[in-house]
């Protein structure tokens, strides 16, 4: 291919753009170039190179009725080839593992498996004696477990409803949540602030902070948690916990390509 000698195309500024058009696409359908230069501010020409360019790469296809153009399957070979090399456990575990360091007690990584939330790893802390009996490959009910309740508040409100009509719900603890009511309340909260907490719900002693977040299918099935014995886990040391979760969230979402 002919090499572009315009001194305006900055490898980076071309970059963008190209990205921009196959962001576009992606996000809004099928468009037409009037309407890509319109939503990108961009000028015409210059749309019309990139889906040249698109085009003949084979990312861009144009529909001959209405001469509108849309992406071809081509992205979606080239994700699952990505998705296919990646372990979410281990692109994971760095995270938590720093994590686990700086706050010093054990950390949960959960699944959501139908009704029930998996433990699919654990980092233990080395720097108090006391084990939690948590294990991996564990279920844990969704209502009554920090990590299980983050979860469901990424649900629509018809999705819980129908969870909790459709699901045994027995207290495991004298803390356990017994109601529809006092479950979505919470939940509330949990979407307000934006994490989950456990106040000895799924076992007596035990207290946890958690948070779930998107993997690369932007779908919400995972989440973590901190856990530590009520007596080094008051109140004040959970808000003390909150920026740090936050921080390691917003790591694990921006290695998995999403950006605040």
């Not at 699952?80 to 994590?99: A, F, G």
């Not at 139908?114 to 790893?121: E, M, W």
């Not at 602030?193 to 299918?217: H, K, M, T």
Request: proline fraction near 3%.
């Amino acid at each position: 291919m002919k090499k572009d000698t315009n001194t305006n195309t900055n490898p980076i500024q071309v970059a963008d753009k190209i990205f921009l058009v196959i962001e576009t696409l992606a996000a809004q359908g099928a468009m037409g170039i009037m309407d890509l230069s319109n939503t990108l501010e961009l000028n015409k020409t210059t749309v019309h190179r990139i889906l040249n360019s698109l085009m003949y790469m084979g990312y861009v296809c144009q529909d001959s009725s209405n001469l509108k153009y849309f992406l071809t399957f081509k992205l979606c070979d080239l994700s699952s080839k990505i998705l296919s090399q990646v372990d979410l456990i281990e692109t994971v575990r760095p995270y938590l593992q720093e994590l686990a360091s700086q706050v010093h007690e054990v950390i949960h990584l959960v699944k959501l498996e139908g009704n029930h939330a998996v433990y699919i790893d654990k980092i233990e802390s080395l720097s108090n004696s006391i084990r939690l009996v948590s294990q991996t490959g564990k279920s844990l009910p969704l209502y009554c477990s920090g990590v299980g309740k983050a979860l469901l508040a990424d649900m629509s409100d018809e999705k819980i409803k129908y969870f909790w009509e459709n699901n045994p719900t027995p207290p495991v603890t004298k803390y356990t949540l017994s109601t529809y009511d006092d479950l979505f309340t919470d939940i509330q909260k949990i979407r307000e602030r934006g994490y989950a907490l456990d106040n000895e719900e799924n076992e007596i002693d035990v207290r946890c902070i958690a948070v779930s977040f998107c993997d690369y299918g932007n779908t919400s099935k995972y989440a973590f948690s901190i856990s530590a014995p009520v007596n080094r886990m008051d109140d004040a040391r959970i808000e003390s916990l909150v920026p740090i979760v936050f921080e390691t969230k917003s790591k694990i979402m921006q290695r998995f390509g999403y950006h605040k």
